[in-house]
């Protein structure tokens, strides 16, 4: 088991109080990721490919209005989650109902 990644997990509620069989078992499935500052992580209609989680650093979540503004729904930090609410919120649940950057 990758330890860094089971660390956080355990930072993250979701997940905190999981079996080590059950760390296990999500620990084996996780892809990560890393971003730069300024990247674009989805776009509001992308496809939901599964659920974000920040080791570091902060991503600002927002909807562009219809004049162009950015809407900004939320900032998340290390150990926060997202993209799993948004898409009950705001479409379906196949499609990101918002639009998340690494900032």
């Not at 209609?45 to 974000?52: I, W």
């Amino acid at each position: 088991m990758n330890a860094d990644v089971e660390k956080i997990l355990r930072k993250t509620p979701l997940f905190a109080s999981l079996s080590e069989k059950e760390m296990e078992a999500l620990t084996e499935r996780v892809t990560t990721k890393r971003s730069e500052r300024g990247e674009l992580l989805f776009s509001e209609g992308d496809p939901c490919a599964g659920l974000f989680l920040i080791a570091s650093g902060k991503v600002r979540i927002f909807k562009l209005s219809s004049n162009g503004r950015e809407q900004v729904l939320a900032v998340e930090g290390p150990g926060s989650s997202f993209a799993e609410l948004l898409n009950r919120l705001f479409v379906s649940a196949d499609r990101r109902g918002a639009i998340a950057r690494h900032c």
